[in-house]
């Protein structure tokens, strides 16, 4: 699979969980789950009550993550706003899944990976805003905040089926911070532009 296709799938398929089904389409083009199906025209309601996969591709670990939702992760009661994301991000060819849901005023993420038939759970964040990544350098970066004045962005490195700490930024109270150390805004502004033009997840 070449890098523009890997980029296309890693901006573009998105999994939503509707009731106790899982809907997992592409907002450029979905195919409903009957494999003999190929009409690319279905609208974003018929596939947010349905059951349907991504045109490109149906791999096992996109099938296997569908399984894991149903079963573990499909009460609505205990995970109100619940969204499934799949991506590449270190750009091996197995997809990471990225589930989020509401918990307050900002969200949740459990963040899985698929190995030797089994799916993985790298790591479990709360106090979040959003998460971007960036496939070249197999990172995310994990946005939240602690009130108005306290912001975070907190960057790791997928190594083999873990998610490593690699840096992580902060601002409080007009103050700059690198992994606990006073930085200029300068610094900060330009970490922050970077990462502002990862995909956003």
Known sequence: MNTKIKKYI???IVAILALSTISLHTPEAAVQSNPDTT???VSYEMVETSLYKASLPNEKDIRAYKKYLVKYLS???RYPGRRAVVCD????GIYEMFFSYNSGVRSTYKIYTYKKGKIIKMGEFSGCNFITYNTNKKQICVIGSNGASHSIQTCYKMVSTKLKKIAKY???EKRY???GKRISSKKFRAFSNKIDKWPTI
């Open 10 to 12: 890693c901006k573009s």
């Open 39 to 41: 009409d690319p025209s």
């Open 75 to 77: 009460s609505k009661k």
């Open 89 to 92: 991000i270190n750009g091996d």
């Open 170 to 172: 902060e601002l409080i």
């Open 177 to 179: 911070y690198k992994n």
